[in-house]
């Protein structure tokens, strides 16, 4: 049964440029979540993905886009890029009403921004 | 969305059972309450999840009292690799959720 999978698993970037970071869900799954998560803190949500649709966002600007595609896989995008966006962005899937939803973890992307 | 408060960090002896709680004041009727283990630079792992009462796996056991505002998480002979941040959160189900974390439990264990 094969987890969730992230790529790439590292990246470096310059200020200004724009991310494209990708996620695979675990099998059965039908939600996708995204977290940004930096040195020391919790994850923080940044958006959720059902039926190809933004259903839930926190608190995070219109810089951070996504997608989720039929086959429930999901993309996060970043534009103009800047150095607080240095983060581990985490991937979670979940399915929809399965007990207590829980989410499941990819092992994350390291966004480095320079 | 149900605020979770926990300790910042605790130490426990290789061999020795500990318990992390959380405090859940605000918990809505349908909230679960899960339980996740993070190392440094990895995602977080699921280890328990729970209504109400007491659930049990292979890892370890999460006791919740009858008004739902508390839980917590026995994690039973711990060894060093135990050591890691550990997260209490508190989602409800239905169709629409969205997670919410504190800093979580830094757990160091000490040979």
């Known amino acids: 049964d094969a987890g969730v999978t992230q790529s790439p698993t590292h990246l470096i970037k310059t200020r200004g440029q724009q991310v494209t970071l990708r996620c695979s869900p675990k099998?059965?799954?039908?939600?996708v979540s995204w977290y940004q998560q930096a040195l020391g803190q919790g994850p923080q949500f940044i958006f959720q993905?059902?039926?190809?649709?933004?259903?839930q966002r926190g608190n995070f600007p219109d810089r951070f886009s996504g997608h989720q595609f039929p086959n429930y896989s999901s993309e996060l995008n970043v534009n103009a890029l800047l150095l607080g966006d240095s983060a581990l962005y985490l991937c979670?899937?979940?399915?929809?009403?399965?007990?207590?939803?829980?989410?499941?973890f990819g092992p994350g992307t390291r966004l480095l921004v320079l | 969305l149900a605020k979770t408060t926990q300790p910042i960090s605790m130490d426990s002896y290789e061999g020795q059972e500990v318990n992390i709680t959380c405090s859940h004041n605000?918990?809505?009727?349908?909230?679960?309450i899960t339980w996740y283990q993070q190392f440094p630079s990895q995602g977080p792992r699921f280890i328990i999840q729970?209504?109400?009462t007491k659930v049990t796996n292979e890892v370890a056991s999460l006791f919740i009292p009858a008004d739902r505002k508390s839980s917590t998480l026995s994690l039973p002979r711990v060894s060093l690799s135990d050591t890691a941040v550990y997260y209490c959160?508190?989602?409800?189900?239905?169709?629409?959720?969205?997670?919410?974390f504190g800093i979580g439990t830094k757990l160091q264990v000490i040979p």
């Open positions: 605000n918990i809505a009727t349908n909230d679960y």
């Open positions: 979670a899937s979940s399915l929809v009403g399965g007990e207590g939803e829980t989410q499941y």
């Open positions: 993905y059902y039926e190809e649709e933004e259903r």
């Open positions: 729970g209504y109400k």
């Open positions: 099998s059965g799954h039908d939600t």
């Open positions: 959160l508190v989602a409800s189900s239905g169709g629409y959720q969205k997670v919410t």
